[in-house]
């Protein structure tokens, strides 16, 4: 049975994009050593959230307890999730493909679609070539792999983006109109997306086993016989696109968070400001690491009794530089601070996330300034990984070592015990000096 559209390869190019055990993906990225490694994350939940590769081949599934995980390989590493850092990766994620076309459907943390078609001449090349240039342009910045369908409709992209998921790898599979009957062919028909089980017990009870199969019943039978939504499936599994694609870009989610609770409470104004110093000093480091740079903060002051206070600003332009976001905060934090109140936490969100851009050039040298600073926090964040991230910090956190010093001596003797190579330089004081040249 001949389907529509076989006269051309794709009457539309619609990508699915799929991370590749996105998660665990995401920290055998940004943990060299857990590289080829069997990693599993949910440990907070008591199951398995994500696995990597490695894992996968030892047979380990998603909600496997993580009891019988540690039972039976104890060798596999279990950590727990880390969405902050997942939601930070999909924010780049869906600005990398952006950079491709307009028209992305971020459909989960994992996963998007993307219209292409008539973009062969602005990209100089093929359909299948500007999918392998944007796997590429993932893999590289992102240093996890994806899965890449490319078909005339949304389902059959996804078919294409899970085609070798199945045999364990990840790659880039183009389905066109021709092609279609091939593919659907040795699909289970429950393997189709937006196809559920009850679904498949229903069709297998008229003789529809494969996609194949109910691609070719007549429309007459799809019509009389399921909803309007399998209808739309027979269509898309046709070649015909029956899903649009919602490109439009919601509200940025993506956020920062940085919080610490510390005891005993106190009132102190300025050993308050000292640990909110460093919640934005840790907060802004996260954002470097992610390339990503804020455009507005939020921050809270939390009780004794468990009441939270807070206020947002919206800065002059994004960034992520401590000092920068400090000089915000401070005006803040003074009309949320009451004098006769107790705290117990501090904290500050940096939200409405953007990937860095270089800087424009202007008539009054700022963005000189703005990469000096950069090279500045470069460095500040390349002693960090080496002696760890609280050896160098912003100056006023000074003082939050001295009360920690004050009220827990002895411990504080222990851990510069431990940590007898470790210098706390206040990198502010350098900047005068550094910003003059």
């Not at 996330?353 to 600073?373: C, P, R, W, Y």
């Not at 070592?401 to 004050?406: A, E, I, Q, W």
């Amino acid at each position: 049975m001949s389907f529509p559209h076989a006269h051309t390869s794709f009457p539309r190019a619609i990508v699915h994009i799929d991370g590749d055990s996105f998660f665990a993906s995401c920290e055998q990225s940004r943990e060299p050593s857990l590289a080829g490694k069997p990693v599993v994350t949910g440990m907070e939940r008591g199951i398995a959230s994500s696995m990597s590769l490695e894992a996968k081949k030892l047979g380990i599934t998603r909600a496997t307890s993580i009891a019988e995980i540690k039972k039976k390989f104890p060798h596999v590493i279990i950590i727990p999730s880390d969405y902050e850092t997942y939601s930070l990766l999909s924010a780049r994620f869906m600005d990398i493909v952006r950079r491709y076309t307009p028209d992305v459907e971020e459909y989960g943390i994992d996963e998007c679609f993307a219209d292409i078609t008539g973009l062969r001449r602005a990209h100089r090349t093929s359909y299948e070539n500007i999918c392998l240039k944007i796997q590429k342009h993932l893999t590289r910045d992102l240093n996890c792999t994806f899965s890449i369908g490319l078909a005339p409709s949304k389902t059959l992209a996804k078919v294409g983006s899970k085609w070798k998921k199945s045999d364990g790898r990840s790659g880039f599979t183009a389905i066109s109109t021709k092609a279609i009957p091939e593919y659907l062919t040795k699909l289970p028909i429950g393997d189709v997306w937006n196809i559920g089980p009850q679904t498949t017990a229903f069709l297998h009870k008229y003789g529809i086993h494969t996609a194949y199969q109910f691609a070719s019943r007549e429309e007459s039978w799809i019509r009389n016989t399921v909803n309007i939504n399998f209808y739309q499936t027979w269509q898309e599994l046709r070649g015909t696109p029956a899903l649009q694609l919602s490109v439009q870009k919601g509200a940025n989610t993506h956020s920062i968070q940085r919080v610490r609770t510390f005891s005993p409470p106190s009132n102190d104004p300025q050993f308050l400001l000292a640990k909110l110093t460093e919640n934005i000093d840790v907060a802004c480091a996260r954002a470097r690491r992610y390339n990503s740079e804020a455009r507005d903060i939020s921050l809270f002051l939390k009780t004794q009794d468990f009441h939270y206070y807070s206020m947002k600003a919206r800065l002059s332009r994004p960034t992520n530089f401590s000092h920068e976001i400090a000089d915000v905060a401070v005006p803040l934090f003074d009309k949320l601070y009451q004098r006769c109140t107790l705290y117990r936490a501090t904290g500050v969100t940096l939200s409405n996330l953007s990937v860095v851009e270089n800087a424009q050039q202007d008539l009054f040298g700022t963005h000189l300034k703005i990469e000096k600073m950069g090279k500045v926090y470069a460095s500040v964040d390349t002693i960090g990984r080496k002696y760890g991230k609280h050896s160098i910090h912003v100056g006023t956190s000074f003082l939050h070592t001295r009360r920690s010093c004050d009220n827990h001596r002895e411990r504080q003797i222990e851990k510069m015990v431990t940590n007898q190579r470790k210098h706390k330089l206040g990198y502010p004081l350098l900047l005068g000096e550094f910003l003059s040249e």
